[in-house]
């Protein structure tokens, strides 16, 4: 048998799963998968897992040389932007291969509504001239950008408790995807939405809110997703991170 090969894959996703369970059957693969800990009640993982940060990028760079790790896969959220720059310097500094992996971002159908803005604070700016009663599934961070908007209502969604602080006038609801449409539209009828507000977080878990809107007739401030390090390889799904790893047939 040949040398074992050690994959690292920095997870928290969908697609990081689903790439974990791929390596983890693969023989003369190692996998370990890597959390930050923000979740308190992960789902079980293929392979190793190792949980918390790493130091930052010399952190990282140092347990790919102690690790012996040939190859570092970015499987993050798309607004993981701080972990993805750690991840492109370690690789860089050690030579290893980086693969960036990130699921499609979302694109409209005819009758959206959509307002692109670069940031939840670009997205505080423009929701008084749209709304009211707004649903805010941005997560559980970065909720602050919202908190001076005190004549707006809010339904806050988010998987673990918000990190304050929160806008004044909040609903919280704790909830984990994937959601109907049929669920979408109830909970908007339910709390008197006229206004969405999201990221371009891509997938299918959490895109029924998009037809829920689109169906009412609601506008959508979508914050786009942060641009990528240079020279980046991107590849959209398990498949491809397999292919860019040599690991499975193109």
Not at 44 to 60: K, Q
Not at 75 to 88: E, G, S, V, W, Y
Request: no cysteine; charged share 20%.
């Amino acid at each position: 048998m040949g040398p074992v090969r050690h994959i690292l894959v920095l997870g928290g996703t969908t697609e990081a799963r689903l790439l974990a369970a791929a390596l983890a059957a693969l023989p003369g693969v190692r996998v370990t998968t890597s959390l930050a800990g923000r979740v308190a009640h992960p789902g079980a993982l293929d392979g190793e897992v190792r949980t918390g940060g790493f130091g930052g990028a010399e952190g990282l760079a140092a347990w790919l040389r102690e690790q012996r790790v040939d190859a570092l896969v970015d499987a993050t959220h798309p607004f993981a932007a701080a972990i993805t720059a750690n991840a492109a310097r370690a690789a860089a500094r050690t030579g290893r291969e980086l693969v960036v992996l990130r699921r499609p971002g979302w694109q409209p159908s005819p009758g959206d509504r959509w307002r692109s803005v670069p940031s939840l604070e670009g997205a505080a700016e423009l929701l008084p001239r749209l709304g009211r009663r707004v649903f805010l599934t941005t997560g559980r961070l970065g909720l602050a950008a919202f908190a001076d908007l005190a004549d707006l209502h809010f339904v806050v969604r988010s998987v673990e408790p918000p990190a304050p602080p929160l806008p004044a006038r909040a609903d919280v609801v704790l909830a984990r995807g994937p959601f109907t449409v049929a669920d979408e539209r109830a909970l908007m009828h339910r709390h008197r939405v006229d206004v969405l507000v999201t990221k371009d977080s891509g997938g299918t878990a959490t895109a029924a809110k998009l037809t829920a809107a689109r169906e009412l007739g609601l506008p959508v401030v979508l914050v786009r997703r942060p641009p990528l390090p240079d020279g980046a390889q991107t590849v959209p799904d398990a498949d491809g991170a397999l292919r860019q790893l040599g690991l499975r047939r193109p």
